[in-house]
C-alpha cells in the first residue's frame, strides 16, 4: 500500500511558476514510476507527464513540453512537478500517482491549480 500526499498548489498569475511535490508513504517508492494528472472543470483527467523508477525515462504531454519538468528524489520519497510559463488552460486539479508496472495503483487526493490571465 502507498499513500500519496500532494503539496504546492495555489494561485499564479499567467507567466508565473509553481513547484508541486508529492510525498509517498512506505519504502518501496523507487519502485514505482509516477505520474502527475490533471483535471479540469468538465474535462476527462489527463496525464501530463511521467518519470520511470530511477528518473531516467519521462514523458510529457504536447501541452507541456518545455514548461513543465518532472523529477524524483527517491531518497525523500518524493516526486516533483516544475511548472513555468504557466497558462490560464493549465488550470486545474493535478493528481500524482504510482504505478506499479501495469496501471496507475495509487493516488493521491489532488491539489488546486489556478492560473489567473
Known amino acids: 500500500q502507498v499513500q500519496l500526499v500532494e503539496s504546492g498548489g495555489g494561485l499564479v498569475q499567467a507567466g508565473g511558476s509553481l513547484r508541486l511535490s508529492c510525498t509517498a508513504s512506505g519504502r518501496t517508492f523507487s519502485s514505482y514510476a509516477m505520474g502527475w494528472f490533471r483535471q479540469a472543470p468538465g474535462k476527462e483527467r489527463e496525464l501530463v507527464t511521467s518519470?520511470?523508477?530511477?528518473?531516467?525515462?519521462?514523458y510529457y504531454a504536447d501541452s507541456v513540453k518545455g514548461r513543465f519538468t518532472i523529477s524524483r528524489d527517491n531518497a525523500k520519497n518524493t516526486v516533483y512537478l516544475q511548472m513555468n510559463s504557466l497558462k490560464p488552460e493549465d488550470t486545474a486539479v493535478y493528481y500524482c500517482?504510482?504505478?506499479?508496472?501495469?496501471?496507475?495503483?495509487?493516488w493521491g487526493q489532488g491539489t488546486q491549480v489556478t492560473v489567473s490571465s
Open positions: 518519470i520511470n523508477w530511477s528518473g531516467g525515462t519521462t
Open positions: 500517482a504510482a504505478n506499479s508496472g501495469f496501471q496507475y495503483d495509487y
